[in-house]
Structure formats: structure tokens, C-alpha cells
């Protein structure tokens, strides 16, 4: 790599940061959208299995069981809290969340691409005296770092949320989502550049971003999921990412049997090298007029 290229490396990132640093819109939608999340499936959900909100049981005056109450909600929090992992359905989608939130953002590069392609910035990196494929790595590694400072902010979130989030795991966990972000964000900048219009591109995005957004562990154990959810969420990459975030913020381990902390990283980073050099190899092949 020539003193040019890493010249064009560190000018993309700075661009990248300036432009979400400099957009109060942006910074205020990616904290108010992940609250609006955790107060509709975390608060509402959360409510639901925990069983103390059970006004019913049997035990209750209304019926007469060998089973006192008082066992049966135990019995029943064991239950819950057995399924997402060992810990509270809050603690499970909060920590989730942080993964999301890098994950949808990493698509919003795509229609920045776009973005730029229709007011002709592409074309000037185009035409950079450095290599294309440094130009678009220093943009995805501007994005990424973008996505996991925003990422950062759900965590810190997380911390007055639930006291079963680990400060100490916040790096390793950031570590995840940074190359989380790299990979998907490498994916939404090739297909991008096979679009002349952010609708097309926005119509093929949505379609993707919500089946694997529910079918990675987010907001409901893969446990729980049938059978065709599952091949779904082993195939999916942010199925890795959200593991490796949720044990190593909180201990836990819901999901496939062999999903380890070896083998999520493993999975997630030859999903983002794979989606890098894709997007660098793309964007070395198109041309000005594209």
C-alpha cells in the first residue's frame, strides 16, 4: 500500500465520521428508533414473561392445585430465563439491539453510495490517483467505525437498563459489531453500485433487513424458532454477531449447540472478509458512467 493510498484511506474515514458527527437528525434517530424498540418488545414483551404479571395461576383462589403458587411462578421464571440464555427477556433484546442497530446502519452506506453517485462525488473517487479499492475500504472502515460509535451508545444504555450487563465485555463486544458492520456494510456498498435510484435500493434492502433481523436471535430465542426459521438463522451472519455480543456482555449462550465464542468469530469474519473484498472488487470494476 503507497503513501497515496493511505492518504485516500484516512480522507474517507474522516469524511465518513465528519458527515454523522456533523448530522444531529442522524445522531437523534439512531437513539430515539432503538428506545422506541426496547419500549415496545422489550417493556411490552419483557412484561409478559416475567411471572409475576400473571394474575391467573393455578393455586389462585379461582382453582385448587397440589402446586402453590408461589412454586409454580418459580418454576415458571426458571423457565423464562432458561430460554433467553439465563438472563431477563430485557437484558436479551437490549443486548440484541446493540448488533441491530450496527447492522441497519451498515445498509444506510448503500444509499449514501447512491447518494454520492447522483451528485458525482463517485465520480471523483473514481478517478483518485489512488486505488479504487483502498478508496472504498477507507469509506466502509469510516461507516463501520461510525456504526459501532452508534452501536456504543445503545450499550451505554444497556448498563442503566440491566445491572446483568458487564462493562468489562463492552470492547470485546464492540470488536464484534465493528466487524458486523464492516461485512454487511461491504455487502450494502456492491449491491449499491448495481442501482441508479435509493428507491430500487431501499425496495430490495427492506426485504432483506427484517427476515434476517428476526431470524438472528434479537428478539426471540433461536431455541423457539421452527424448523425453517432455523436454517434461515444458521446461514445468517448476524445470527454470529448477535451471540458473540449477548455472551460476552452477559454470560449468556442462547442459540445453536456449536455456536461458541471461537466459532461465532470464526463464522463472522470470514463473512466480512468475504463481503470486503466483494465490495472492493466491485467498485475496482465500475466505470463513470454507471
Same mark, same amino acid.
Given at each position: 500500500?503507497?503513501?497515496?493510498d493511505f492518504e485516500a484511506i484516512a480522507a474517507m474515514v474522516y469524511r465518513?465520521?465528519k458527515r454523522w458527527a456533523t448530522s444531529k437528525s442522524r445522531v437523534l434517530?439512531?437513539?430515539?428508533?432503538?428506545?422506541?424498540?426496547?419500549?415496545?418488545?422489550?417493556?411490552?414483551?419483557?412484561?409478559?414473561?416475567?411471572?409475576?404479571?400473571?394474575?391467573?395461576?393455578?393455586?389462585?383462589?379461582?382453582?385448587?392445585?397440589?402446586?402453590?403458587?408461589?412454586?409454580?411462578?418459580?418454576?415458571?421464571?426458571?423457565?423464562?430465563?432458561?430460554?433467553?440464555?439465563?438472563?431477563?427477556?430485557?437484558?436479551?433484546?437490549?443486548?440484541?439491539?446493540?448488533?441491530?442497530?450496527?447492522?441497519?446502519?451498515?445498509?444506510?452506506?448503500?444509499?449514501?453510495?447512491?447518494?454520492?453517485?447522483?451528485?458525482?462525488?463517485?465520480?471523483?473517487?473514481?478517478?483518485? +490517483?489512488?486505488?479504487? =479499492?483502498? *478508496?472504498?475500504?477507507?469509506?466502509? @472502515?469510516?461507516?463501520? &467505525?461510525?456504526?459501532?460509535?452508534?452501536? %456504543?451508545?445503545?450499550?451505554?444504555?444497556?448498563?442503566?437498563?440491566?445491572?446483568?450487563?458487564?462493562?468489562?465485555?463492552?470492547?470485546?463486544?464492540?470488536?464484534?459489531?465493528?466487524?458486523?458492520?464492516?461485512?454487511?456494510?461491504?455487502?450494502?456498498?456492491?449491491?449499491?453500485?448495481?442501482?441508479?435510484?435509493?428507491?430500487?435500493?431501499?425496495?430490495?434492502?427492506?426485504?432483506?433487513?427484517?427476515?434476517?433481523?428476526?431470524?438472528?436471535?434479537?428478539?426471540?430465542?433461536?431455541?423457539?424458532? +421452527?424448523?425453517?426459521? =432455523?436454517? *434461515?438463522?444458521?446461514?445468517?451472519? @448476524?445470527?454470529?454477531? &448477535?451471540?458473540?455480543?449477548?455472551?460476552? %456482555?452477559?454470560?449468556?449462550?442462547?442459540?445453536?449447540?456449536?455456536?461458541?465464542?471461537?466459532?461465532?468469530?470464526?463464522?463472522?469474519?470470514?463473512?466480512?472478509?468475504?463481503?470486503?473484498?466483494?465490495?472492493?472488487?466491485?467498485?475496482?470494476?465500475?466505470?463513470?458512467?454507471?
Amino acid at each position: 500500500m503507497s503513501a497515496t493510498d493511505f492518504e485516500a484511506i484516512a480522507a474517507m474515514v474522516y469524511r465518513q465520521v465528519k458527515r454523522w458527527a456533523t448530522s444531529k437528525s442522524r445522531v437523534l434517530s439512531v437513539i430515539i428508533q432503538p428506545l422506541l424498540w426496547l419500549a415496545f418488545l422489550g417493556i411490552g414483551f419483557g412484561s409478559i414473561f416475567s411471572p409475576n404479571n400473571l394474575n391467573i395461576l393455578p393455586g389462585d383462589n379461582t382453582t385448587t392445585t397440589l402446586i402453590s403458587p408461589a412454586a409454580l411462578r418459580a418454576a415458571l421464571s426458571r423457565y423464562f430465563t432458561s430460554i433467553f440464555g439465563g438472563i431477563d427477556y430485557m437484558t436479551f433484546i437490549v443486548t440484541g439491539m446493540a448488533a441491530v442497530v450496527a447492522f441497519i446502519g451498515s445498509f444506510i452506506s448503500g444509499i449514501s453510495v447512491i447518494w454520492d453517485k447522483q451528485f458525482g462525488f463517485l465520480k471523483e473517487t473514481l478517478v483518485a +490517483p489512488a486505488s479504487r =479499492k483502498f *478508496v472504498i475500504f477507507g469509506r466502509m @472502515l469510516g461507516d463501520s &467505525i461510525v456504526n459501532t460509535l452508534q452501536s %456504543l451508545i445503545i450499550l451505554l444504555l444497556a448498563l442503566l437498563i440491566s445491572t446483568r450487563v458487564s462493562i468489562l465485555g463492552i470492547p470485546i463486544a464492540l470488536a464484534y459489531i465493528f466487524l458486523t458492520s464492516l461485512g454487511f456494510t461491504g455487502l450494502g456498498i456492491a449491491m449499491s453500485l448495481k442501482f441508479s435510484s435509493m428507491e430500487g435500493f431501499q425496495m430490495i434492502i427492506n426485504l432483506l433487513t427484517m427476515p434476517l433481523m428476526f431470524m438472528s436471535g434479537a428478539f426471540f430465542p433461536i431455541g423457539t424458532m +421452527p424448523t425453517w426459521m =432455523k436454517v *434461515v438463522a444458521l446461514a445468517n451472519p @448476524l445470527t454470529y454477531a &448477535i451471540y458473540g455480543v449477548r455472551y460476552w %456482555l452477559t454470560g449468556a449462550a442462547e442459540g445453536f449447540s456449536f455456536i461458541n465464542p471461537v466459532t461465532s468469530t470464526v463464522a463472522l469474519a470470514v463473512f466480512t472478509l468475504i463481503s470486503t473484498v466483494v465490495a472492493m472488487m466491485v467498485f475496482e470494476g465500475a466505470s463513470i458512467e454507471d
